[in-house]
């Protein structure tokens, strides 16, 4: 098998050299998929797995705009069209000066399999520009996201690919892009996720990524007849996901001890509280400050620079910055000062060696193709809501989000659990996620 194994990422590798995220994606998938494919007849020798790693499209672009001082600067803008099997592309826009083909490939190829939990008939895709939104003015955002758009706009479509946001990419940016979208194709349709309440959007959409996570991570605690409440919480990021995954932690009785940025940590020995959290909410997304600024408003914390909180002893750890965030020394630190239950908020935060820590010291691990889903899954659910031209209750919604974490953490049982009861949630979310695309792809033929 482990040559079987070998030879599918030799192969991979030659075709995709310069591309490490990427790699280390299919790695991931490779090393579990494979043995499955192997053993099933149907899916034997149909390449099926090549065919998922090569996107069905990729799309590069130039995108020029003019900054406030009139200067013109010149971005460059994607979108990865990864695989349509079960229905239109769908992922998110990442604004981010360190976005480039590889990221946004491993992006699109962990989407693909991440929509397929999701039970949504959605197909995977991502996209973005090396556009850096910090420190840049409104205008100077307008002036962008209209750019970005005037090109996608002719390769997406409310039945062709369906962008969101993602890192960089929020409400303030989609109302931007969604008003070229409507001016160039004259028509007001649900192009894309995340929109605005008057204007298409669904409620519980910007909640959903981070309060899907910690459904998944209480419906993992519950397999051990333990529960979210009570538990020292260690959340990376400040973003969408970091502060709605720790309103969550608030609201199912959890302690919240970090949040961060990519400038370092801040550790709140009391907690962060539901108080502390409004002050970050408005500090992050309206006053776009910096987290080290909460230490100063709150002398009690500490805010330590340059640094990743993982050394920070909890019961559950929530990595929701970014990808490889979290390595195998920081791994080791969670497991020695006796965490249990790691579920990811971000994409692929923690690297490979990481996840073979956890795995080893078999301790609860969610990876963020099943743990992260229930943003697309939300985003699904505003698909339909436009479809319908209707719009559900707050509550109809958290409850649909609540089912289909539910269901993805069913799937990830029947297809993870080993001999001895321990739960493999990376080869469990592999394998269901492949299933479902595999046998579109095997009824749709050689396309
Ligand atoms: P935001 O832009 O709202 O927040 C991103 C957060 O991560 C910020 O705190 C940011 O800090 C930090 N961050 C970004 N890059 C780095 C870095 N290189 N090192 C350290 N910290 C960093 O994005 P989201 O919260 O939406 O996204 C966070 C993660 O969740 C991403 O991995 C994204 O792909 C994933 N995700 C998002 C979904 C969504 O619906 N939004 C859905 C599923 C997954 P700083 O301000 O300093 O850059
Ligand atoms: O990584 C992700 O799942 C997202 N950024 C959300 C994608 C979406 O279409 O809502």
Redesign the pocket.
Known sequence: MKQTIDEFLSHVRQRNPNEPEFLQAVEEVAETVLPYIVKHDIYYGKNILLRMVEPERVISFRVCWVDDSGEIQVNRGYRIQMNSAIGPYKG?L?F?P?VNQSILKF?AFEQVFKNSLTTLPMGGGKGGSDFDP?GKSDGEIMRFCHAFMSELFRHIGPSTDIP?????V?AREIGFLFGMYKKLKNEFTGVLTGKGLSWGGSLIRPE??GYGNVYFAQKMLETKGDAIEGKQVVIS??????QYAAEKVLQLGGKVLTL????GYIYDEKGIDAEKLKYVMHLKNVERG??GEYANKYPEAKFIKGETPWGIKCDVALP????N?LGESDAKTLVENGCICVSE???M?STNKAILVFHKAKILFAP?KAS?AG??ATSGLEMTQNALRFNWTREAVDEKLQEIMEDIHDECIKYGKGEDGYVDYVKGANIAGFVKVADAMLAQGIV
Not at 164 to 168: V, W
Not at 260 to 263: K, Y
Not at 320 to 323: G, V
Request: aromatic share 0%; glycine share 24%; hydrophobic share 25%.
């Open positions: 998110g990442r981010h360190t992006l910090k969101a946001g993602d890192i960089g929020g959903a990524t990021g400040s973003g969408n996901v970091a961060s940025d990519s400038s910096r987290i929701c910055a970014t990808q965030e908020g971000a994409n935060p963020g992260n943003g697309v």
